[in-house]
Every structure is written in C-alpha cells, then in structure tokens.
C-alpha cells in the first residue's frame, strides 16, 4: 500500500488516503489502483480562557483598628481544558497570588478583583465584596461611687474621669450628665461612651455630699474686763453669731452659761 495526502473538499484540511495497486507504481498502472480508506486530519480546538471565580462576598467584624485578616477564596475558578492555573488578586491598596491569599482588610466594603491565566490566557475578572463592619461599642469604666463633705452652702464640686477603650477608634468621645457642683445628698451621674462608627456604652456611678460639720459659734463681747472690782453688777451685752457651711439661711443661738474670771 501507498499513503498519499490531498485537500478532498478546498477547506485548507489535507486528507490522507491509503491506497493498493501495482507496488512498482508507474503512470501506466494507475488503473488498477483502488481506494481502501480514508482518515480526515483535523485541527485540534482552540484553547479556550479560564474562568475566574472570586468566591462569595463575605461581611466581618472588625478585629482590631487595622481591619480584619479574611482569607480569600478562588478554589472554585476552573480551566476547560483543566490547565494549570494561576491566580491574581486585586484591589485597593494591594494585591496577591495563589488560591488562598489572606489579608488584613479596613473597616467598609473592600471590593477585590480576581484574575485567573492557564499559561495563555487571562479570565474575565471576577469580583467579590469584603465587608468590614464595627457594631461592637466602646468598653467604658467609670470612677467608683464618691462619698464626699460639703464645701459650701451649694455643695461641693468633684471631678469625675472616665476612661474607654474602642478596637475601631483610638479617640472615644465620653460625655456625662455631671454637675459643675454636687449637691447635699446622692447624685446618679451617667456617662456615655461614643466611637466614631456610633456605637456606644453606658454606665452609672454615684456622689454623695454629706454634712458632719456643726455650725462654728462666735462671740463678741462689750467689755472684756470689768475694773475696779467693787463688788456690782454691771451689764455685759454680747454677739452670737453662728455660721454653717451648708446652711445659707440665718442661724440663731442661745447662751445657756457665762463664767467670769
């Protein structure tokens, strides 16, 4: 047999024949030839781009005042004709390879591209959305409840510091409903931690002003020595004043005694 190749139908495809005659060959035996088979060479397919697959968009808690650290996710990409593939990811700031790459994302909606290539040809790129959130509100401690004495008739004043602490925010804003001055008796005072994604925090501590000081006694005389001594009585007239601290009206005393020396 003899192997011959030629285009059967003009589409640029070379066939290829197998052919039995005369083994001598010659133009003068080419009527004895005939035809066995024929196998049609074809072109192997084109090869085809890979397709990207980024995974599901995820949403996390902020962990610290960085971001959060998310591993992502490409294991579901695929080539058709099950080349190899690599992988390439973007976004924002940065970028990694590989099927598993982690990375520390901000607080937000962080939106990362995917690119995959078999040694040839790039994927369509495919996104996914990693979303960062802070709901957790600010840790607040507040001073210990105060027992103090009264200063004065409107009571006393007493600075209260609260602390707190935030993973998202190093400036939490603390406010409180504390009185310039406390007065006489129990006061509940609040404060209010506030981070900046709005989270916040409440506690409650007390102050109590009390009074444990009597009123303070003074007294004037008219004369303080009565000379020469010829035994009468004289009239000696005095001035009590009484003051407190924590008593702002007029307070009235009596004398119950007087010694002479």
Request: aromatic share 6%; net charge negative; hydrophobic share 35%.
């Amino acid at each position: 047999s003899r192997q011959i190749t030629y285009d059967s139908d003009s589409d640029g495809i070379h066939d290829r024949g197998y052919w039995t005659g005369d083994p001598h060959g010659g133009p003068q035996l080419s009527t004895t030839w005939a035809l066995l088979t024929l196998e049609k060479a074809t072109a192997p397919p084109a090869n085809q781009p890979p397709v990207a697959n980024a995974g599901e968009d995820v949403t996390v808690e902020q962990e610290s005042l960085a971001g959060t650290y998310v591993a992502l996710d490409g294991s579901g990409s695929s080539d058709p004709e099950e080349d190899p593939i690599t992988y390439l990811w973007s976004w924002d700031g940065g970028s990694a390879t590989g099927v598993n790459p982690a990375w520390t994302f901000p607080l937000g909606s962080n939106e990362v591209s995917l690119v995959v290539n078999d040694g040839e040809l790039d994927s369509e790129p495919d996104t996914v959305i990693v979303t960062v959130v802070d709901t957790t509100p600010p840790v607040l401690v507040v001073p210990e409840a105060q027992v103090v004495e009264q200063a004065d008739w409107a009571g006393t004043g007493v600075e209260l510091i609260a602390s707190a602490t935030d993973i998202c925010d190093v400036d939490v804003v603390i406010t409180s409903d504390a009185p310039e001055v406390y007065p006489l008796g129990e006061t509940l005072v609040t404060f209010t931690a506030t981070d900046d994604s709005g989270n916040t925090a409440t506690a409650t501590t007390t102050v109590t002003v009390e009074d444990t000081t009597p009123p303070e006694i003074s007294v004037e005389l008219d004369k303080t020595s009565l000379w020469p001594p010829n035994h009468k009585y004289h009239d000696v007239y005095a001035v009590v004043t009484v003051t407190d601290a924590c008593d702002a009206d007029a307070i009235s005393g009596l004398i119950v005694s007087v010694t002479s020396n």
